[in-house]
T-cell receptor, first 114, second 118 residues
Framework: SQELEQSPQSLIVQEGKNLTINCTSSKTLYGLYWYKQKYGEGLIFLMMLQKGGEEKSHEKITAKLDEKKQQSSLHITASQPSHAGIYLCGADKLDLLSAGKSTFGDGTTLTVKP | KAGVTQTPRYLIKTRGQQVTLSCSPISGHRSVSWYQQTPGQGLQFLFEYFSETQRNKGNFPGRFSGRQFSNSRSEMNVSTLELGDSALYLC?????????????????FGQGTRLTVV
């Protein structure tokens, strides 16, 4: 079963609109990463959240970690075509047994229409 | 400073052959992790090397192996290639061991090597 589930799988928004991507873990989250990937290329680190309730922002992207819900959300405000890509959440320690075995969600493909 | 460099960027191999991929981490980074990304399975962890030792391994067959050199550069080898090994192989480097139980470590990814097995 998928340990990190992302929703939605894909998203098409009009430029200027806000959007939210969710990442839900089936196990306790000790921390979470968000990455962005252009098709066929490497991952670009966006943010790392380590503590429950933590919220980080970078330009128009904000990510939050809700430990109780075992969930993280990534919110983009006033989306632009440059935000288009695949957003992946990842964790490298979902429980002590799997420590070090990095797990990623399946990704959310974002398309921003000009 | 230079980012993570993976070579080659693209590779076409025949079933049964073997392949070696290279990853040069960011200067000063001692941990290199390898991942396989396919449309069907998504991004999956292969293994992590730190100070020339394999520290963690994902659920891949023994055909997948790796090593790390004293300068932290890492190579990944896949022997007896199968069609299903066609994928984007990504490596990531970080300062500390990503598996450190005390916390998470920021990792930087290379552009990847696109391997096609025919």
């Amino acid at each position: 079963s998928q340990e990190l589930e992302q929703s939605p799988q894909s998203l098409i928004v009009q430029e200027g609109k806000n959007l939210t991507i969710n990442c839900t873990s089936s196990k306790t989250l000790y921390g979470l990463y968000w990455y962005k990937q252009k098709y066929g290329e490497g991952l670009i680190f966006l943010m790392m959240l380590q503590k429950g309730g933590e919220e980080k922002s970078h330009e128009k992207i904000t990510a939050k970690l809700d430990e109780k819900k075992q969930q993280s959300s990534l919110h983009i405000t006033a989306s632009q075509p440059s935000h288009a890509g695949i957003y992946l959440c990842g964790a490298d320690k979902l429980d002590l047994l799997s420590a070090g075995k990095s797990t990623f969600g399946d990704g959310t493909t974002l398309t921003v229409k000009p | 400073k230079a980012g993570v460099t993976q070579t080659p960027r693209y590779l076409i191999k025949t079933r049964g052959q073997q392949v070696t991929l290279s990853c040069s981490p960011i200067s000063g980074h001692r941990s290199v992790s390898w991942y396989q990304q396919t449309p069907g399975q998504g991004l999956q962890f292969l293994f992590e090397y730190f100070s020339e030792t394999q520290r963690n391994k994902g659920n891949f067959p023994g055909r997948f192996s790796g090593r790390q050199f004293s300068n932290s550069r890492s190579e990944m080898n896949v022997s007896t290639l199968e069609l299903g090994d066609s994928a984007l192989y990504l490596c990531a480097s970080s300062l500390a061991l990503m598996a450190a139980l005390k916390g998470n470590t920021e990792a930087f990814f290379g552009q990847g090597t696109r391997l096609t097995v025919v």
